[in-house]
């Protein structure tokens, strides 16, 4: 403390800062003062002793193997960002348009070409959605082809080689048509599913509105809740509301594609005639033209239970398949009006008849 004193005493230009570095100097009283107080956390053991660090000498402590792995780890680890940077740019791409189409989804890889004619393809993972605000939008499965043709005045052309689209349609009544190998499908207004196998083979289930399926003078409609059939070289089937019996839908199905002789024909008509409800009217109008003559009868006398036509409609025109009796008939089923077909089709016939197929 005498110390302290003596050096509180002293001018403070005379004192020094020695004494900080090597206690050479005189102590400032403070710096005495905390010396005092932190005395008891002095540490007394000896210091430690540490190996000399020899350049080069941490690099070669790592094992060869341990440097090998944490390499690896650090290449998979890039990779996986990379391929983290690639999925994301796949599902966020900035859309574009195939034929005047937006692309507005698109999962995994589908091949589009270029020019005239383009053409879509999806593998057996990707799927694609398309969209055009002045006509609609289809959803295209995996393992799907589909190719657009020229457009001719307002009329949406495209072809479905193989696989499955979902089509909902805004556009007027016949200005959406897709082509498959066996039939052509017009759409009057709804939303369908339009399916072609490897064969060429087609079915179309519709889910709102109704759709006009032809190949040549063969014609089927098919209304919500209704699906078609169609195959190459023969084309559409007759629809069928899909809650039919399954003995229905088969013998329906032989009837016909399958059958070739009059008996076959015949058992297969006989089970549909007999198992056929009121809303089956729809299937059986079909089959008025494409019944042989001499079973058109049977056909007439089970339609005409199930569904009476009203005046206008006679018997002797429908055995000889007179087209305004028919299309009066089908407009009291309920179904839709058939004036919208018979329009399309008058149109059709004469854009055909102006500038051919392309």
Not at 28 to 49: G, K, M, Y
Not at 227 to 239: H, I, Y
Not at 290 to 318: M, N
Not at 340 to 348: N, Y
Request: aromatic share 8%; hydrophobic share 40%.
């Amino acid at each position: 403390m005498d110390l302290e004193k003596k050096t509180a005493e002293k001018p403070l230009s005379e004192r020094t800062d020695e004494y900080l570095w090597d206690k050479s100097g005189e102590p400032n009283p403070e710096i005495l003062r905390l010396e005092t107080l932190l005395t008891r956390f002095q540490h007394d053991r000896p210091a430690p002793v540490f190996p000399e660090i020899v350049p080069g000498a941490r690099r070669r402590s790592f094992p060869v193997r341990l440097r090998w792995l944490m390499a690896s780890a650090s290449m998979a680890v890039v990779a996986l960002l990379v391929m983290m940077a690639v999925v994301i740019y796949r599902n966020n791409q900035i859309p574009f348009a195939v034929a005047g189409w937006n692309v507005s989804r698109q999962v995994g890889s589908a091949h589009i070409s270029s020019g005239l004619g383009q053409v879509l393809e999806t593998d057996k993972r990707s799927r694609v959605t398309l969209r055009d605000e002045d006509v609609g939008q289809i959803d295209v499965d995996p393992g799907t082809r589909l190719r657009w043709l020229n457009k001719r005045d307002d009329l949406e052309w495209m072809v479905l080689d193989r696989g499955t689209i979902h089509a909902l349609i805004w556009a007027p009544p016949g200005q959406f048509v897709v082509d498959t190998p066996s039939a052509m499908t017009v759409d009057l207004g709804c939303a369908y599913t339009l399916q072609v196998d490897s064969s060429g083979a087609g079915l179309v289930r519709t889910s709102l509105g109704w759709v006009g399926f032809k190949l040549n003078g063969r014609e089927s409609f098919i209304p919500a809740g209704a699906a078609c059939r169609t195959r190459p070289k023969v084309g559409p089937g007759s629809a069928y509301f899909e809650d039919a019996s399954a003995n229905f839908i088969a013998a329906l199905a032989r009837f016909d594609f399958d059958d070739t002789t009059p008996e076959q024909r015949a058992t297969d008509l006989a089970v549909v005639l007999n198992e056929s409800r009121n809303r089956d009217a729809l299937t059986l109008w079909h089959l008025l033209s494409r019944a042989d003559p001499s079973q058109r009868l049977l056909v007439y006398e089970r339609l005409r239970l199930l569904a009476p036509p009203k005046a206008g409609v006679t018997q002797q025109g429908i055995l000889r398949l007179d087209r305004s009796m028919l299309d009066q008939w089908w407009n009291e089923l309920g179904f839709a009006d058939i004036s919208i077909w018979r329009h399309w089709e008058r149109s059709w016939s004469a854009t055909n008849r102006a500038v051919g197929p392309k």
